[in-house]
């Protein structure tokens, strides 16, 4: 057998025992396996999809607890998924191409796009700072964490600077 797909396959049977493992821990026991961040290299090694089976199988309700960890696993597995297109040659990686002078013409969409989500996604951000500060509904991690993955990363981290929002929670540092 190749040996990448090897690895793969033994890099996901070990992430879904780590998490079951952990799971069960929790559950019955009251205690963890591993520490949060160690268990999501797991799905950073190419581990995502025994990850995310762990979670369909053991852990289906999404809360403030794991939804970084489904967050890290989702990207895990799309990361992951290129490597692989790429290194079996469905996907042509031309780095060439990637390294030539660009047209900045043509990223001006681009520019803009990433300035406005960035500008959505600090807004965002400021307004849950302000309601957890007074009381009032807050805005699920979820929905920050997709706007930070949907281009508006440096208005989140530049409003958790700023404001002083979510510094302290390990996932969106």
């Not at 559950?27 to 999501?40: G, I, N, T």
């Not at 031309?94 to 520019?111: F, K, R, T």
């Amino acid at each position: 057998m190749d040996p990448y797909l090897m690895y793969l396959l033994a890099v996901n049977a070990v992430a879904f025992l780590a998490f079951t493992i952990d799971f069960l821990l929790y559950k019955f026991a009251d205690r963890e396996l591993v520490d949060h961040r160690v268990l999501s290299l797991f799905a950073v090694a190419g581990g995502g999809v025994g990850t995310l089976l762990a979670f369909l199988l053991w852990d289906r309700h999404v809360v403030k607890d794991n939804v970084a960890w489904r967050f890290i696993a989702v990207l895990g597995v799309i990361v992951w998924a290129l490597v692989t297109l790429c290194a079996y040659g469905v996907v042509r990686l031309d780095v060439e191409a990637l390294l030539a002078p660009l047209d900045l013409a043509s990223l001006s969409p681009v520019g803009i796009y990433v300035l406005a989500m960035s500008a959505v996604t600090f807004c965002v951000f400021v307004y849950d700072k302000w309601q957890a500060e007074h009381g009032g509904w807050r805005v699920r991690e979820f929905v920050l964490l997709t706007l930070s993955l949907l281009g508006g990363a440096l208005g989140g981290f530049l409003a958790m600077h700023l404001v002083r929002h979510k510094t302290r929670v390990f996932y969106f540092s």
